[in-house]
T-cell receptor
Protein backbone atom coordinates (compact mmCIF):
# COMPACT_ATOMS: atom_id res chain seq x y z
CA UNK A 1 0.00 0.00 0.00
CA UNK A 2 0.84 3.68 0.00
CA UNK A 3 3.63 4.89 2.29
CA UNK A 4 4.44 8.55 2.90
CA UNK A 5 7.69 9.74 4.45
CA UNK A 6 8.09 13.33 5.68
CA UNK A 7 11.23 15.29 6.50
CA UNK A 8 12.41 16.97 8.61
CA UNK A 9 10.61 16.02 11.81
CA UNK A 10 11.40 19.41 13.33
CA UNK A 11 12.35 22.68 11.68
CA UNK A 12 13.35 25.96 13.29
CA UNK A 13 13.62 29.12 11.22
CA UNK A 14 14.05 32.79 11.91
CA UNK A 15 11.07 35.02 11.30
CA UNK A 16 11.11 36.19 7.71
CA UNK A 17 13.08 33.22 6.42
CA UNK A 18 11.67 30.46 4.23
CA UNK A 19 10.73 26.96 5.36
CA UNK A 20 10.66 23.84 3.20
CA UNK A 21 9.14 20.50 4.16
CA UNK A 22 9.53 17.47 1.89
CA UNK A 23 7.53 14.29 1.46
CA UNK A 24 7.98 11.18 -0.64
CA UNK A 25 5.31 8.66 -1.56
CA UNK A 26 5.44 5.11 -2.83
CA UNK A 27 2.30 4.58 -4.95
CA UNK A 28 2.83 6.00 -8.41
CA UNK A 29 -0.96 5.99 -8.96
CA UNK A 30 -1.58 8.50 -6.15
CA UNK A 31 -3.09 11.64 -7.58
CA UNK A 32 -3.93 14.00 -4.75
CA UNK A 33 -1.50 15.58 -2.27
CA UNK A 34 -2.82 17.86 0.49
CA UNK A 35 -0.96 19.68 3.23
CA UNK A 36 -2.48 20.24 6.66
CA UNK A 37 -1.55 22.58 9.50
CA UNK A 38 -2.36 21.52 13.05
CA UNK A 39 -2.19 23.88 16.00
CA UNK A 40 -1.89 22.53 19.52
CA UNK A 41 -5.02 20.74 20.72
CA UNK A 42 -6.92 21.32 17.47
CA UNK A 43 -7.83 19.34 14.39
CA UNK A 44 -5.73 19.68 11.22
CA UNK A 45 -6.75 22.31 8.68
CA UNK A 46 -6.14 22.06 4.97
CA UNK A 47 -3.79 24.83 3.84
CA UNK A 48 -3.02 23.85 0.26
CA UNK A 49 -3.33 20.85 -2.02
CA UNK A 50 -2.14 19.77 -5.44
CA UNK A 51 -3.32 17.21 -7.94
CA UNK A 52 -1.10 15.13 -10.17
CA UNK A 53 -1.94 17.05 -13.33
CA UNK A 54 -0.02 20.15 -12.14
CA UNK A 55 3.54 20.66 -10.96
CA UNK A 56 3.19 23.70 -8.74
CA UNK A 57 0.52 25.66 -6.92
CA UNK A 58 0.80 28.89 -4.95
CA UNK A 59 -1.42 30.65 -2.43
CA UNK A 60 0.11 33.86 -1.10
CA UNK A 61 3.12 32.84 1.04
CA UNK A 62 2.52 29.10 0.60
CA UNK A 63 3.44 26.96 -2.38
CA UNK A 64 3.53 23.26 -3.12
CA UNK A 65 5.59 21.53 -5.80
CA UNK A 66 5.12 18.02 -7.13
CA UNK A 67 7.62 15.81 -8.94
CA UNK A 68 5.71 12.76 -10.14
CA UNK A 69 8.76 11.10 -11.65
CA UNK A 70 10.64 11.19 -8.37
CA UNK A 71 7.45 10.70 -6.34
CA UNK A 72 8.04 13.59 -4.02
CA UNK A 73 6.29 16.83 -3.17
CA UNK A 74 7.27 19.80 -1.03
CA UNK A 75 5.68 22.61 0.95
CA UNK A 76 7.33 26.03 0.75
CA UNK A 77 6.48 28.82 3.17
CA UNK A 78 8.06 32.20 2.47
CA UNK A 79 8.41 35.18 4.81
CA UNK A 80 7.60 33.02 7.83
CA UNK A 81 5.76 34.55 10.75
CA UNK A 82 5.39 33.39 14.37
CA UNK A 83 1.79 32.33 13.67
CA UNK A 84 3.14 29.80 11.14
CA UNK A 85 4.47 27.80 14.09
CA UNK A 86 2.52 24.52 14.13
CA UNK A 87 2.72 20.89 13.05
CA UNK A 88 2.45 20.34 9.31
CA UNK A 89 1.34 17.06 7.74
CA UNK A 90 1.58 15.96 4.15
CA UNK A 91 -0.67 13.25 2.74
CA UNK A 92 -1.22 11.30 -0.44
CA UNK A 93 -4.37 9.72 -1.73
CA UNK A 94 -4.52 6.00 -2.22
CA UNK A 95 -5.72 4.60 -5.48
CA UNK A 96 -7.89 1.82 -6.72
CA UNK A 97 -10.86 0.12 -5.15
CA UNK A 98 -9.00 -1.00 -2.05
CA UNK A 99 -8.24 2.51 -0.90
CA UNK A 100 -11.11 4.47 -2.31
CA UNK A 101 -10.96 7.97 -0.91
CA UNK A 102 -8.36 7.29 1.76
CA UNK A 103 -5.45 9.57 2.60
CA UNK A 104 -2.13 8.29 3.94
CA UNK A 105 -0.36 10.84 6.15
CA UNK A 106 3.27 11.59 6.82
CA UNK A 107 4.50 11.66 10.43
CA UNK A 108 4.45 15.45 10.62
CA UNK A 109 6.93 18.33 10.91
CA UNK A 110 7.04 20.64 13.91
CA UNK A 111 7.79 24.11 12.56
CA UNK A 112 9.04 26.74 14.98
CA UNK A 113 9.39 30.32 13.79
CA UNK A 114 11.64 32.33 16.07
CA UNK A 115 11.02 36.06 16.36
CA UNK B 1 -13.13 23.32 12.18
CA UNK B 2 -15.81 23.71 9.53
CA UNK B 3 -19.12 21.97 10.05
CA UNK B 4 -17.79 18.99 11.99
CA UNK B 5 -18.36 18.69 15.71
CA UNK B 6 -16.85 16.19 18.09
CA UNK B 7 -17.87 15.80 21.66
CA UNK B 8 -16.68 15.82 24.30
CA UNK B 9 -13.30 17.52 23.93
CA UNK B 10 -11.87 15.56 26.87
CA UNK B 11 -13.03 12.13 27.98
CA UNK B 12 -11.85 10.02 30.90
CA UNK B 13 -12.66 6.35 31.38
CA UNK B 14 -11.60 3.45 33.53
CA UNK B 15 -9.87 0.52 31.92
CA UNK B 16 -12.29 -2.19 30.83
CA UNK B 17 -15.11 0.19 29.93
CA UNK B 18 -16.37 0.80 26.43
CA UNK B 19 -16.67 4.44 25.41
CA UNK B 20 -18.35 6.09 22.41
CA UNK B 21 -17.01 9.22 20.75
CA UNK B 22 -19.43 11.44 18.87
CA UNK B 23 -18.91 12.94 15.40
CA UNK B 24 -21.50 14.99 13.56
CA UNK B 25 -21.21 16.94 10.30
CA UNK B 26 -23.56 19.33 8.54
CA UNK B 27 -21.55 19.60 5.33
CA UNK B 28 -23.71 17.06 3.49
CA UNK B 29 -20.59 14.96 2.92
CA UNK B 30 -20.98 11.31 1.98
CA UNK B 31 -17.64 10.10 3.38
CA UNK B 32 -16.55 10.16 7.01
CA UNK B 33 -13.38 8.98 8.73
CA UNK B 34 -11.91 8.29 12.14
CA UNK B 35 -8.22 8.79 12.83
CA UNK B 36 -6.06 8.20 15.86
CA UNK B 37 -3.15 10.52 16.64
CA UNK B 38 -0.38 9.69 19.09
CA UNK B 39 2.42 12.07 20.12
CA UNK B 40 5.05 12.43 17.41
CA UNK B 41 3.10 10.35 14.93
CA UNK B 42 0.96 11.05 11.96
CA UNK B 43 -2.71 10.30 11.66
CA UNK B 44 -3.62 6.65 11.44
CA UNK B 45 -6.93 5.58 9.93
CA UNK B 46 -9.22 3.53 12.15
CA UNK B 47 -12.43 3.24 10.09
CA UNK B 48 -14.02 5.03 7.20
CA UNK B 49 -17.43 5.17 5.61
CA UNK B 50 -18.14 6.26 2.06
CA UNK B 51 -21.91 6.02 2.32
CA UNK B 52 -24.66 5.47 4.85
CA UNK B 53 -24.92 1.91 6.22
CA UNK B 54 -21.48 1.01 4.88
CA UNK B 55 -18.01 1.26 6.42
CA UNK B 56 -14.57 -0.30 6.02
CA UNK B 57 -11.70 -1.02 8.35
CA UNK B 58 -8.68 1.21 8.18
CA UNK B 59 -5.14 0.37 9.21
CA UNK B 60 -5.74 0.03 12.97
CA UNK B 61 -9.37 -1.13 13.38
CA UNK B 62 -8.76 -3.75 16.08
CA UNK B 63 -10.54 -2.84 19.32
CA UNK B 64 -12.79 -0.24 17.66
CA UNK B 65 -16.27 -0.31 16.17
CA UNK B 66 -18.38 2.18 14.22
CA UNK B 67 -21.85 2.65 12.82
CA UNK B 68 -23.20 4.86 10.04
CA UNK B 69 -26.98 4.93 10.37
CA UNK B 70 -27.29 8.57 9.34
CA UNK B 71 -25.35 10.59 6.79
CA UNK B 72 -24.40 13.25 9.29
CA UNK B 73 -23.28 10.96 12.13
CA UNK B 74 -20.38 8.51 12.49
CA UNK B 75 -19.84 7.48 16.14
CA UNK B 76 -16.75 5.54 17.18
CA UNK B 77 -16.78 3.05 20.05
CA UNK B 78 -13.50 2.28 21.75
CA UNK B 79 -13.94 -1.15 23.27
CA UNK B 80 -12.16 -2.80 26.17
CA UNK B 81 -10.33 -4.92 23.58
CA UNK B 82 -8.27 -1.89 22.48
CA UNK B 83 -4.96 -2.41 24.27
CA UNK B 84 -3.79 1.19 24.32
CA UNK B 85 -6.83 3.46 23.93
CA UNK B 86 -5.38 6.69 25.34
CA UNK B 87 -4.95 9.01 22.35
CA UNK B 88 -6.28 12.02 20.46
CA UNK B 89 -9.13 10.99 18.14
CA UNK B 90 -10.00 12.96 15.04
CA UNK B 91 -13.08 12.70 12.87
CA UNK B 92 -13.11 13.96 9.28
CA UNK B 93 -15.46 14.11 6.33
CA UNK B 94 -15.24 14.63 2.59
CA UNK B 95 -17.38 14.56 -0.49
CA UNK B 96 -16.99 11.47 -2.64
CA UNK B 97 -16.75 11.10 -6.41
CA UNK B 98 -13.43 12.77 -7.19
CA UNK B 99 -13.30 15.33 -4.39
CA UNK B 100 -10.67 14.28 -1.89
CA UNK B 101 -10.50 17.25 0.49
CA UNK B 102 -11.01 16.09 4.05
CA UNK B 103 -12.25 18.45 6.73
CA UNK B 104 -11.41 17.66 10.33
CA UNK B 105 -13.26 18.16 13.57
CA UNK B 106 -11.59 19.59 16.71
CA UNK B 107 -10.80 16.17 18.16
CA UNK B 108 -11.49 14.28 21.38
CA UNK B 109 -8.70 13.48 23.81
CA UNK B 110 -9.45 10.15 25.48
CA UNK B 111 -7.61 9.14 28.62
CA UNK B 112 -8.09 5.63 29.98
CA UNK B 113 -6.67 4.77 33.40
Amino acid sequence: GENVEQHPSTLSVQEGDSAVIKCTYSDSASNYFPWYKQELGKGPQLIIDIRSNVGEKKDQRIAVTLNKTAKHFSLHITETQPEDSAVYFCAASGSGEKYGNKLVFGAGTILRVKS
Amino acid sequence: DGGITQSPKYLFRKEGQNVTLSCEQNLNHDAMYWYRQDPGQGLRLIYYSQIVNDFQKGDIAEGYSVSREKKESFPLTVTSAQKNPTAFYLCASSMVAGNYEQYFGPGTRLTVT
